[in-house]
């Protein structure tokens, strides 16, 4: 899977020949391996700016952490940013 994600953009669409630098023939193999990883579930059909969904800005309650922004920063995943004077 991680070679097949390579060859997709953030956005979830297949690179094309000028970006992922192959032939025809194997740009073809590399597009119809990633549809059948994504008809059997294995690739998300979305790209990842489709799936996170962060909420309206204007909300009354956007400065405080959803469910999954908490358990990011309870494994240690998200850095804190550095507070603005």
Do not use: C
């Amino acid at each position: 899977l991680a070679l097949l994600r390579r060859y997709i953009t953030p956005t979830g669409q297949i690179m094309n020949r000028v970006q992922s630098r192959l032939g025809a023939k194997d740009q073809r193999k590399v597009a119809k391996m990633i549809r059948r990883a994504r008809a059997i579930g294995l690739l998300p059909t979305a790209g990842q700016f489709a799936i996170e969904s962060h909420g309206n800005l204007h909300e009354a309650d956007i400065h405080e952490d959803r469910d999954w922004e908490k358990e990011l920063k309870r494994r240690g995943l998200v850095i804190s940013p550095p507070l603005q004077k």
